[in-house]
């Protein structure tokens, strides 16, 4: 399945370790992937420390699910949320999950969608454990999202201030090296970026939004000297410079 057949797509949100300001942001994601025609919360609503959920649970359309502390000190939402995502896998009629958490407990849930050919969107905060990072089809950190979108409803008196990005790690840099390499080339030495995105996520869960571009060709260009890119009448090229 690829992102561009997207039809159906399915929110689950873990509402015990993510933030409703969130959402927003998350749902334009999915928003240009396909319909988010499911969109499931999971949590004890009569905590206080979710009071905050009520407004944006209302405006985007979202299913509260109940699920109450039956023992304390462990997490029931995270099995009814599992279940559920097992539920609608067999389905057969989600083409693709967006699990909002920063919880590593679903790594295994998302290891065991993507089994069955089902893309898996995590989002979460820039603390997630590596293990549900990286069994996702791609994760984007939301801290990166929710300071994106405020820069850009913020009008700047200048327009001149830059959006505030990460560093781009030095593996994801050689993500994109192999993905360069393992793709064909013409004459020149250039690839197809977006061949070269396909081998790129097959291998990591990284997305450009979690650095703070809205496209990989962004990120690309912002290495610096690293790599070459050169806009084309039929896409985006892209040569590996040293």
């Known amino acids: 399945m690829t992102e561009s057949a997207l039809k159906n797509i399915a929110l689950l949100i873990d509402a015990d370790n993510a933030g409703a300001r969130e959402i927003d942001a998350v749902l334009t994601v999915l928003a240009g992937l396909g319909q988010v025609n499911i969109r499931r919360a999971y949590g004890n609503w009569a905590k206080v420390g979710l009071k905050g959920w009520s407004n944006v649970l209302h405006r985007y359309g979202i299913s509260p699910h109940q699920q109450f502390d039956l023992t304390k000190g462990k997490n029931a939402t995270d099995m ?10 067999y389905q057969g009629k989600v083409d693709g999950f967006g699990i909002v958490s920063s919880d590593s407990d679903f790594t295994p849930l998302a290891m065991r969608l993507r089994q069955d050919g089902v893309l898996v969107y995590g989002f979460g905060r820039s603390k997630t454990p590596e293990a549900f990072k990286t069994a996702c089809t791609r994760f984007i950190e939301v801290d990166s999202l929710t300071e994106t979108a405020v820069e850009e409803e913020t009008p700047s008196p200048a327009k001149q201030a830059a959006p505030a990005r990460k560093k781009v790690d030095d593996a994801v840099v050689e993500e994109l090296a192999t993905a360069w390499k393992a793709s064909k080339r013409d004459e020149q030495g250039f690839a197809s970026l977006s ?3 396909k081998i790129a996520n097959n291998r990591s869960s990284f997305d450009a939004r979690t650095y703070g571009f809205k496209r990989l060709s962004d990120l690309i260009e912002a290495v610096g000297d690293q790599f070459k890119v050169e806009r084309r009448a039929d896409g985006v090229y892209v040569k590996r410079q040293r």
């Open 80 to 89: 009814a949320m599992t279940i559920d995502a097992m539920d609608l896998l």
């Open 195 to 197: 061949e070269m995105g």
